[in-house]
């Protein structure tokens, strides 16, 4: 099956860091990957949708310029956190979009990210 | 896209049959009905999607209504594994639909 990886699993960085998160289709290519955010004991909230090739496209409310996404190749986005902050500490997760299997989602295993 | 309802919580004994209710009153004929489930501190995973006739697959069965307003996932014998909390989306299964979460129902498995 469709297979979505991201690293790392866990990140802890200082208050005022950037961190960088990385979404990979290892079986299939991707031109779409979503990034969601998941706060405790709440759902996942989409961040924004990103584009092979083009500018990622962010929901309502999602600052553009904190958090970078980047869709360099067809297996391969990015998610930098500019200037984390301890509000910015939540569970990030991945999807890909397989085009030739009826456009289906497919998620990452997340990454946590604490800053201090 | 559609906006679905669920009850926040269930309970189940293990080895009897799941049967997770989902309302999409307002489901429009294009789009399709989703299931992903999520375990603790995991990625959600997909389970089972349909659009009108009824679906079966290794995971589970999904039972969509004739008027399409309503669905009913069912895991036929629960394991203490399927305790998670499950999503149930209406998307449109093209190259722009998205997968919007709302706030599942979370399915304890009981021993």
């Known amino acids: 099956g469709a297979v979505v990886s991201q690293h790392p699993s866990r990140v802890i960085c200082k208050s005022g860091t950037s961190v960088k998160i990385e979404c990979r289709s290892l079986d299939f290519q991707a031109t779409t990957m979503f990034w969601y955010r998941q706060f405790p004991k709440q759902s996942l909230m989409l961040m924004a949708t990103s584009n092979e090739g083009s500018k990622a496209t962010y929901e309502q409310g999602v600052e553009k310029d904190k958090f970078l996404i980047n869709h360099a190749s067809l297996t391969l986005s990015t998610l930098t956190v500019t200037s984390a902050h301890p509000e910015d500490s939540s569970f990030y997760i991945c999807?890909?979009?397989?085009?030739?299997?009826?456009?289906?989602?497919?998620f990452g295993p997340g990454t946590r990210l604490t800053v201090l | 896209d559609a906006k679905t309802t669920q009850p926040t919580s269930m309970d189940c004994a293990e080895g009897r049959a799941a049967n997770l209710p989902c309302n999409h009153s307002?489901?429009?004929?294009?789009?399709?009905v989703y299931w992903y489930r999520q375990i603790h501190s995991q990625g959600p995973q997909y389970i089972i999607h349909?659009?009108?006739n009824n679906e079966t697959n290794e995971m589970a069965s999904l039972i969509i209504t004739e008027d399409r307003k309503s669905s009913t996932l069912i895991l036929p014998h629960a394991t203490l594994r399927d305790t998670a909390v499950y999503y149930c989306i209406v998307r449109v299964r093209s190259n722009t639909g998205k997968l919007i979460f709302g706030q599942g129902t979370t399915l304890q498995v009981k021993p």
């Open positions: 349909g659009l009108k």
């Open positions: 999807s890909a979009r397989q085009t030739d299997r009826g456009n289906e989602q497919f």
């Open positions: 307002t489901i429009s004929g294009n789009e399709y």
